[in-house]
Nanobody, 122 residues
Framework: QVQLVESGGGLVQAGGSLRLSCVAS????????MGWYRQAPGKERELVAR???????SYADSVKGRFTISRDYPKNSLYLQMNDLRPEDTAMYYC????????????????WGRGIQVTVAS
């Protein structure tokens, strides 16, 4: 059974930093893409960043230059370094793994964690 466990969220002041971590276990497929989604109250879920097995990365325009995604293959871990946080970054953040390269939208073959809250105070 696939399990994704996120950590590192919390409350931070605007301009501050947080580093999210995700450890994946129990999967029986080859992971092509790992990524972070987020969802704020009353808003649609959005892809924040992703990294593929070829080493490519992509980011939502709203976080470019502030967030950095990285992956530790041997540890099946994913990270999201978030700098210069803004109140609009407040959301639940979800770690996602997939056999697909394009993970927008998510489908039943993808796996995601329970999420972790990030709150940025102004």
């Amino acid at each position: 059974q696939v399990q994704l466990v996120e950590s590192g969220g919390g409350l931070v002041q605007a301009g501050g930093s947080l580093r999210l971590s995700c450890v994946a276990s129990g999967f029986a497929f080859s992971i092509t893409t790992m990524g972070w989604y987020r969802q704020a109250p009353g808003k649609e879920r959005e892809l924040v960043a992703r990294t593929t097995s070829g080493g490519g990365t992509s980011y939502a325009d709203s976080v470019k230059g502030r967030f950095t995604i990285s992956r530790d293959y041997p540890k099946n871990s994913l990270y999201l370094q978030m700098n210069d946080l803004r109140p609009e970054d407040t959301a639940m953040y979800y770690c996602v793994i997939s056999m697909r390269r394009n993970i927008v939208p998510l489908d039943d073959g993808d796996a995601w964690g329970r999420g972790i809250q990030v709150t940025v105070a102004s």
